[in-house]
């Protein structure tokens, strides 16, 4: 008797044939791990310059390429289907004091700008915006939860769209 979660030949293939749809459609819209790279590398340059959020990395990564090789990783699993990152970014977010709100909308609005200037097809910069904002509206509940708890009513996020 075959489990969920057992690993197959055929359940292997269904994964890989999900995977790889995923970057087909990817690609078809201009997002593949060049443009990942191109966005990561020049999102981070952004940051690091950056008055609101640079001092926040600043006292938290201290091996640039290391980090930045991670969050191309990340985005190559997001965006393409990788598979390739491990971790937990919710708990690493949320064990930085005082973030907030603002925080993320300014890191979406440095995002988006880096997108837009980046991505060579409106559908691709549609796409990666969608799922940096769904990222960032994630990280900012797992965060308030955590602080305030559950509340009843959950305020009205204004984090910005593309």
């Known amino acids: ?20 749809r995923k970057r087909e459609e990817a690609e078809a819209i201009g ?14 340059t952004r940051v690091r310059r950056d008055d609101l959020l640079g001092p926040i990395f600043a006292e938290r990564i201290t091996d640039w390429p290391v980090h930045l090789g991670r969050m191309k990783q990340f985005w190559r699993s997001v965006l393409l289907g990788t598979a390739e990152f ?6 690493r977010h949320q064990a930085i004091p005082g973030l907030e709100e603002r925080h993320f909308a300014h890191w979406l609005d440095l995002f988006y700008q880096t997108l837009r200037d980046e991505c060579p097809q409106s559908a691709g910069v549609a796409e990666y915006a969608a799922r940096a904002r769904m990222i960032a509206e994630s990280l900012l509940i797992g965060i308030e939860m955590r602080r305030d708890g559950l509340t ?3 305020p009205k996020r204004s984090l910005p769209h593309v």
């Open 31 to 44: 997002i593949d791990e060049e443009l990942i790279d191109r966005v990561v590398e020049r999102f981070y």
């Open 86 to 91: 491990s971790g937990n970014p919710m708990v």
């Open 152 to 154: 009843p009513h959950a």
């Open 1 to 20: 008797m075959q489990t969920a979660i057992s690993r197959t030949p055929d359940h292997r293939a269904r994964i890989e044939a999900i995977r790889q």
